[in-house]
């Protein structure tokens, strides 16, 4: 799977931005994509989940109510509408894929883990000052 992010950038604390991902896969489509982040010094963070079969979505407690991930009609191309920002948000915001089945079921019960997630983007720079 190819996976590319577009929309970072920086905003003022209180500011929305809006990143996409365009996915393309070749022999196995995924089950679930989402969106990390990594902050300097800290772990990769996962933030936000969408199911592709049935768009049930999750999200991380830091951004539930900021921030929606959605997922258009032809399952390639991955939001994150991102409000409200605050300094904390500021990190290199990463879109991930995954062919696990089941996997959101896992997420829902514990939260997102790199390692459920087999695709990768190169990330792109969200800065809130």
């Known amino acids: 799977v190819q996976l590319v992010e577009s929309g970072g950038g920086s905003v003022q604390a209180g500011g929305s931005l809006n990143l996409t991902c365009a996915a393309r896969w070749h022999f196995y489509s995924p089950h679930c994509l989402g969106w990390f982040r990594q902050a300097p010094g800290k772990d990769r963070e996962g933030v936000a989940a969408?199911?592709?079969?049935?768009?049930?979505?999750y999200y991380a407690d830091s951004v539930k109510g900021r921030f929606t991930i959605s997922l258009d009609n032809a399952k390639t191309t991955l939001s994150l509408q991102m409000s409200n920002l605050t300094p904390e948000d500021t990190a290199v915001y990463y879109c991930?894929?995954?062919?696990?089945?089941?996997?959101?079921?896992?997420?829902?019960?514990?939260?997102?883990?790199?390692?459920?997630?087999?695709?990768w983007g190169q990330g792109t720079q969200v800065t809130v000052s």
């Open positions: 991930a894929a995954s062919t696990t089945w089941g996997l959101m079921s896992y997420i829902q019960s514990r939260g997102m883990e790199s390692s459920d997630f087999d695709g």
């Open positions: 969408i199911y592709t079969g049935d768009d049930e979505t």
